[in-house]
């Protein structure tokens, strides 16, 4: 029999033993194609890790094996302590994930929306929490427009707002800007912040090497079925020696550490400027 003293303790006790996501060993082929071959990695709660790789690398398919769509070949995968294979409702009731296209339905509100998912998810007293939401990701003022009228930001907003219905632990984003404008993409990168901020652990995926540098706060790199690099950006850039130009000492950005990394062309990261001009 489980009191709830012992389920609190229980949860207490994975919090404190588990990290938020454990990757260890992570197998997966489709066919003779080789997807994942060995990949391990580790979440701290309430941090952001980056998951970055190249198309087709294997960033979705590794999302999709933490959040039990997929089964692996190999190898274990943990979020919030519990193990994909034997656990998998808890490990459903622990996470919350946004794919690349949004979830959000244009002939609603936004606060419709929110207001559906949160029956769905049988959500006490839904008003209360939607406000709480709509207020947290900007959206108050919007709020009883139609979705169809919402910019693409707005919409991604909106799209992580709903999978944040219920409080899960962990959050998985799977490329949460692709297609957004650079404004959008700040608005969204402002929402992900700050749910790392209240405690949420954030996975996420992208190809956008300057998202990982202003968000994460570990970036790993998934390059030919495994992670090749795994660190703060800081430690990723000592990876390579401090760029020099004339007089000025520069650090190569995260950009070229990928490039350098996954050997794709790291002779010319000393003279490239085009390649700086969002620094
Ligand atoms: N259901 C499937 N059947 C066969 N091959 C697949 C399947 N899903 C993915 N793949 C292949 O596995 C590889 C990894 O795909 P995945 O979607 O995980 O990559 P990704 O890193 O998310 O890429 P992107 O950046 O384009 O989203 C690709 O070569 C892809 O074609
Ligand atoms: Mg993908």
């Given at each position: 029999m489980f009191t709830k003293k012992s389920v609190v303790d229980d949860d207490e006790r994975r919090r404190r033993e588990h990290p938020a996501i454990r990757v260890r060993g992570l197998e997966k082929s489709y066919g003779k194609v080789e997807v994942l071959r060995g990949v391990d990695f580790d979440v701290a709660r309430g941090s952001i890790f980056a998951l970055l790789g190249s198309n087709g690398s294997g960033k979705t398919t590794t999302v999709r094996i933490l959040a039990t769509v997929l089964k692996a070949d190999a190898g274990t995968a943990g979020v919030n302590g519990f193990d994909?294979?034997?656990h998998p409702a808890d490990v459903r009731a622990s996470f919350s994930l946004t794919g690349?296209?949004?979830?959000?339905?244009?002939?609603?509100?936004g606060r419709e929306n929110l207001v559906l998912v949160a029956k769905l998810r049988r959500i006490k007293d839904p008003g209360t929490v939607v406000d709480g939401l709509l207020d947290r990701f900007s959206l108050t003022d919007a709020a009883?427009?139609?979705?169809?009228?919402?910019s693409g930001g707005m919409r991604r907003r909106l799209d992580i707002a709903m999978s944040l219905i219920g409080n899960p632990p962990v959050i998985f984003l799977d490329?949460?800007?692709?297609?957004?404008d650079p404004e959008a993409r700040i608005e969204v990168w402002q929402a992900v912040k700050e749910l790392a901020a209240n405690g949420t652990t954030v996975l996420l995926t992208t190809q956008y090497l300057n998202e990982a540098e202003h968000l994460a706060d570990r970036i790993a790199i998934l390059h030919q079925g495994r992670i090749i690099a795994n660190g703060t950006l800081a430690e990723l850039k000592r990876l390579l020696p401090p760029a020099k130009v004339e007089y000025v000492e520069k650090q190569p950005t995260l950009e070229e550490v990928f490039l350098a990394i996954i050997g794709d062309d790291g002779t010319n990261h000393t003279t490239d400027t085009t390649t700086r001009e969002h620094e």
């Open positions: 994909v294979a034997t690349q296209f949004t979830a959000v339905d244009d002939i609603l509100t009883t427009r139609k979705v169809s009228t919402y490329e949460p800007t692709t297609g957004l």
